[in-house]
């Protein structure tokens, strides 16, 4: 996912969106656990777009105290 594309979504959308990756990462830990796992790369995928949805709301978040300043 580009980090263009996260911006460009409301607070809501990355909501929802931060939940279907969750739970995705969590059926693929299972696949894992129980060796059905065919694509070991989508872990990396899940986790990174994860990171960067909490990165663009955690800027969000900054940018609203400063201005509530």
């Known amino acids: 996912m580009k980090a ?4 460009a979504k409301s607070d ?3 909501s929802s969106e931060m939940l279907e990756l969750k739970k995705e990462q969590f059926n693929l830990r ?3 656990a129980t060796g059905q796992l ?3 790369a989508r ?4 986790r ?3 990171a960067q949805i909490k990165t663009v709301i ?3 978040v900054a ?4 201005a509530g300043k």
């Open 12 to 14: 809501d959308e990355l």
């Open 4 to 7: 263009e594309t996260i911006r």
């Open 30 to 32: 299972f696949q894992q």
């Open 63 to 66: 940018e609203a105290k400063q």
């Open 48 to 50: 990174r777009s994860i």
């Open 43 to 46: 872990f990396r995928h899940v």
């Open 38 to 40: 065919e694509n070991t």
């Open 58 to 60: 955690n800027q969000r």
